[in-house]
């Protein structure tokens, strides 16, 4: 069996509720994925690890979610030469502010691609890849497109509920 295309990785387990997301959007556009927990700063040699072999093992893009002083999505970036998505996970005290600034504001000459905060952030990290992955893949390209003709007819088919 091939390498999945999209590696998810995360700092804790505690960030799947989140990431789940984007492996269900992967799931629908049926692009292959793996996921696995690595943490910047509980498992720094996995994270080495991973990252120097993300390209040879077969990965094609990296989606990352961490939360707090997310430092995960940069770091792998700094080792691979790979795409990488990162996923500002919603932390408990500044409700993923954190995340998001840790993720976004990378100086300049390492790029991280940075998605909204949470579950929404991580769909579209799903759905990120497999735009970026169906510029080589004609019929994941008709897939994408198909999927958000379905979104759109959902939205106009919808009709708007009021009780006043
Ligand atoms: C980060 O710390 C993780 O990405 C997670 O969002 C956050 C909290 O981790 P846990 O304490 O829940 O393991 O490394």
Redesign the pocket.
Known sequence: MSTPKVAIV??????WPTMVNAAQMLDELKVSWHAQVV????TPDDLYQFAKNAQQDGFQIIIA??????H?PGMLASMTPLPVLGVP?K??SLAGLD?LLSIAQMPKGISVGTLAIGDAGAANAGLLASQILALHDPELSERVQAWRAQQTLKVQQEPLEIDL
Request: proline share 0%.
């Open positions: 995360m700092g804790s387990r505690s960030d943490s910047a700063h509980r979610g961490a939360g707090g002083a997310a995960l996970v932390s408990k995340s």
